[in-house]
């Protein structure tokens, strides 16, 4: 059935929402940047994300079970596990190599809309969203062992990350089943049918069937969430961009019912209310980012010109919480040059230690909790 034209109110907040993206997606071709604020928006959707599932996760712990989730204290262990599996099926959804085998067999993007993304230009973005022109044969893969996006092999691997990180179990045994598989298809196909429509409007409508409850299949309502962001970016083809759905879902929940409860109209304006207000708000986070990197260099001071540190302040964006080992590990470097830089942004107050024991500490960068 082919969606009504949209009312006035929903193409002035249409408007608002595309120009609040567009000027998103021109911070975001500054590659530093955008790694930055992707990591960091990994972040909060998985805690966020697990708010909303009833978890309640501590900041802490969340930020431990990012390194390791062996490492929590055992009394929120699980909790952080929850939000650590969401963590993981966020980085997957964003391009990162999804735990488990790689993508075996070649599928298309499903849809028509996903078959005019094929053509958009080749802009620089970490979703690895461009793909061969429809004359050429599709690789099995994007080439690191990632299957290519839009397809149920991607949402399947989305899927075996947030498993994995709940159960600990082997990802090599965990596969879609034969219905799974079939309902994923179907949740893309429909998706893609709503992206058919121009542009953000396309994307409303894919994040009404999204993010909707209750979700349908039950199953994929976490999956849901985190391909939203994708979907959006499909819509609006600014691949540079992904904008986590869940921190306004729980910020904004009451909102949220009263839009859902009054009709499909104004529940459509609420949602492009809210990409607006996401895409001002990662902009406001991408500028609080680079303010923390350049306060940290003024923290630690001129050093000399074979300093790490500049390596080290970088590398938190995208691990926040470390120990001395694994930034050892990370720099190649012995372990007490590692416990020296460790120290040192321990006194200047960019990192602090969270466990207090003698073996194993873990330190938290402070300005990047979520």
């Known amino acids: 059935m082919t969606p009504a034209p949209p009312s006035l109110p929903l193409l002035a907040a249409l408007l608002d929402a595309e120009r609040a993206l567009g000027r998103l997606a021109e911070a975001m071709r500054d590659g530093e940047l955008r790694a930055r604020i992707w990591a960091d ?9 697990a708010r909303l599932d009833g978890v309640a996760v501590d900041p802490t712990d969340f930020m431990i079970a990012t390194l390791e989730p062996a490492l929590v204290p055992t009394a929120g262990r699980s909790e952080a596990q929850a939000a650590h ?13 999804a735990p488990g085998p790689a993508a075996a067999a070649a ?7 996903a078959a005019a993304w094929q053509a958009v230009a080749d802009l620089e973005s970490l979703l690895a969203e461009s793909l061969p022109d429809g004359d050429e044969p599709l690789p099995e893969t994007d080439g690191d062992g990632t299957a290519p996006a839009w397809t149920p092999p991607w949402l399947e691997g989305i899927w075996r990350a947030t498993q994995t990180g709940v159960s600990g179990r082997d990802p090599a045994r965990l596969a879609f089943s034969d219905r799974q598989r079939a309902e994923a298809r179907a949740l893309l196909r429909r998706a893609d049918d709503a992206l058919g429509c121009p542009a953000l409007y396309g994307g409303v409508l894919a994040l009404d069937l999204l993010l909707r409850p209750p979700a349908d299949p039950a199953w994929a309502a976490p999956l849901a969430r985190l391909i939203a962001p994708a979907a959006l970016a499909r819509a609006c083809r600014v691949p540079e961009v992904w904008l986590p759905a869940s921190p306004t879902l729980l910020s904004e929940r ?24 996401a895409a001002h708000r990662e902009r406001r986070r991408a500028a609080a980012l680079d303010q923390a990197a350049s306060g940290w260099r003024r923290r630690v001071g001129a050093r000399r010109s074979n300093s790490r540190l500049p390596d080290v302040l970088d590398f938190l964006f995208t691990q926040p919480a470390l120990t001395v080992r694994r930034l050892q590990q990370h720099l190649d470097t012995t372990f007490r040059g590692a416990q020296l830089m460790v120290d040192e942004l321990v006194e200047a107050g960019i990192l602090r230690e969270v466990t207090q024991r003698a073996l194993d500490r873990v330190f938290v960068t402070v300005e990047l909790m979520p």
Do not use: C, I, K
Not at 85 to 97: C, F, I, P, S, Y
């Open 85 to 97: 599996a969401l963590w993981l099926g966020a980085r997957t959804a964003q391009g990162e190599r």
């Open 254 to 277: 009451t909102g949220m019912r009263l839009a859902l409860s009054a009709g499909a109209a104004d529940w459509h304006v609420w949602l492009a209310n809210a990409v607006a207000e």
């Open 41 to 49: 928006a990994a972040r909060r959707e998985a805690f966020a994300g």
């Open 107 to 113: 599928e298309t993007p499903v849809g028509a809309a």
